[in-house]
């Protein structure tokens, strides 16, 4: 299916076969493309190149399509990776976490840094970090194929 050329987000690199590779929703999605372009929000003198996510109900394109500035998928991905190693030592505590030192990790960036902590704010964080825990465990081919990929393309970029 060809992605919208039309609306405020303008395309440049796409993905339009995302919906075979959709993970655990693969052939069943309603994400069917990815694409990184020109955001929809750029003011005039000012652009900014975002990654969207383009949804189709069967009808059309749907307004839960997300587009993400660049910086902030990467972010996302400093996040999931951290999160992942934390996962890994994570039966070391009863409830897989220590409610006294919830902070996972400070990862400098631009001059501050980036908290990532478990969010003792949840009051169903015991059940529900069981439950994140066993989604990894159970995801961890998929997710793992596609760090794989990301780790040798980073390699090759000379990162």
């Not at 050329?5 to 440049?12: A, D, M, S």
Request: net charge negative.
């Amino acid at each position: 299916m060809k992605l919208p050329t039309t609306l405020k987000h303008k395309p440049v690199v796409v993905s339009e076969n995302y919906e075979q590779v959709d993970g655990r929703l693969a052939q069943n999605t309603d994400a069917k493309g990815l694409s990184l372009g020109l955001a929809q929000w750029n003011d005039r003198g000012k652009v900014d190149i975002s990654a969207k996510v383009w949804r189709y109900t069967g009808e059309k394109w749907s307004r839960q399509s997300e587009e993400l500035p660049l910086h902030r998928v990467l972010d996302l991905s400093i996040l999931i990776c951290r999160s992942l190693a934390y996962f890994r030592e994570a039966y070391r505590y009863e409830n897989l976490y220590d409610p006294q030192k919830p902070v996972i990790d400070r990862i400098g960036l631009q001059g501050d840094a980036m908290t990532v902590a478990i969010c003792t704010d949840n009051e169903k964080i015991n059940e529900d970090i069981k439950l994140f825990s066993q989604t990894l465990s159970e995801d961890d081919e998929m997710i793992s194929e596609r760090l794989r990929t990301l780790a040798k393309i980073l390699r090759d970029m000379g990162y």
